[in-house]
DNA sequence: TATACTTACTTACATAAAGTAACTTAATTA
DNA sequence: TAATTAAGTTACTTTATGTAAGTAAGTATA
């Protein structure tokens, strides 16, 4: 991969909101605090992946884990402020979606 | 892949711009119609997935690739009216890490 | 005229990312 | 005791991406 003369920044957060599925978990969390396995069947993503995810999201900061000492232990990911400011990328993402996808007749095979 | 409850449109917008360098490639293209080469150089991307990535996004109908027949003859792609009303999309992202994300101190190791 | 260079790709191969399914650990319920 | 749930992890397969070289058509250079 080349140097290139795009702000790093912007380069940066592309290369987050880029990667499969970060979109989504983040949508998803925008509705609040969510429990890990309720994450993997809402939006249909692989354990092992979203496992992978949620640890890069924490590691960017946009993520929570909190641990709820209960018994049993109640474990819990939510946005961080950093995360919560992506609202208005998904909302121009679904704006766009709105006006300019044509919906699929096809839902994907199974 | 297990089904969701997230729309479908907001699903399909998110499965183009989740792909990797779609972003970039948009964002390129806002800048006006350009050729191969030099959307390779500016982004840094393989010639061999900007083909590819070219070809998805015409299917889509967010680019389009224009042939002038000089000689040598001279193909364009840009962005369609779909394409171009992704402008808000980058933009949004744009503001996010201008406010959020942290310059990178290591700009990739060579 | 032969050689090298450019553009817009494609092909072959190697590595990285994602999907699938089974397993783990701890606690809970039937 | 056996089965279930939550939150992962592990092993293995498939898909995506990266790298490098090749191609075809035309251009410039020696």
């Not at 069947?41 to 960017?60: A, F, M, P, T």
């Not at 641990?67 to 704006?95: C, F, H, M, W």
Request: some cysteine.
């Amino acid at each position: 991969m080349a140097d290139t003369n795009i702000c790093p920044k912007f380069e940066k957060a592309l290369s987050i909101l880029n990667k499969r599925w970060t979109g989504l978990i983040v949508f998803q969390l925008l509705n609040g605090s969510q429990r890990f396995c309720n994450i993997e069947s809402e939006i249909g993503i692989s354990g092992r992946v979203l496992s992978e995810r949620l640890k890069d999201l924490e590691k960017e900061g946009i993520v929570q884990r909190k641990v709820y000492d209960e018994t049993p232990v109640r474990i819990e990911y939510s946005l961080t402020e950093k995360g919560t400011a992506l609202e208005p990328v998904l909302n121009e993402i679904q704006n766009w979606s709105d006006h300019w996808v044509e919906p699929q007749e096809e839902p994907v095979a199974k």
